[in-house]
Structures are given as structure tokens and as C-alpha cells.
């Protein structure tokens, strides 16, 4: 199976998702965090990096869940400035 290579927008939500992420754990340790969501440490630091861009949906809501992140918060912050793929506008969006 090919994997399709990520858009420039899928790589810079993934960027956003690993700073929002990184900046929530704050001072608690990766291993820490990463025990309490269920996951393992590389898996969070692969996803706090880029390296992870497109994590799978019950991993981010594990980990925003450990953090005290609501999902919405996280779609919103994760979510480059501009327009989403496919979306053919010019990156403005009605509030």
C-alpha cells in the first residue's frame, strides 16, 4: 500500500498539533503524559515533533484528554491559518 504524500497544510497542522501539545504539557514529563493517555512515549514525541502529523483521532483525543483540552479547542489551534485543503478559497472563513 503507497501512502499519499501529506499536503503542505497536512504538515504545518501537524507542526501546530505538536506545539499546542507540547505547550500544554507544560513541565509534567513526556513518559508522564504519555503513560496516562495510553500511549508510548515515542509515539508522543514523534507527534510533539511533526514527525506524527496525522495521528489517529482516539490518540489526540487520549492525549487531549490527559491534558485538559476540550477537541474543539484542538481542531481550532492545530488548524493552520489558512484555507483548508480542497477548499479553493483564499484562506478567509466566515466567523
Sequence with gaps: MVRTPLTPWERERGERLGALLRAARGERSMVEVAAVAGLSAETLRKIETGRAPTPAFFTVAALAGTL????????????????????????????
Excluded: I, N, R, T
Excluded at 68 to 95: C, I, M, R, T
Design 68 to 95: 485538559g483540552l476540550s477537541l474543539d479547542e484542538v481542531a481550532v489551534l492545530a488548524a493552520p491559518p489558512a484555507a483548508a485543503p480542497g477548499a479553493g478559497g483564499s484562506g478567509s472563513a466566515a466567523a
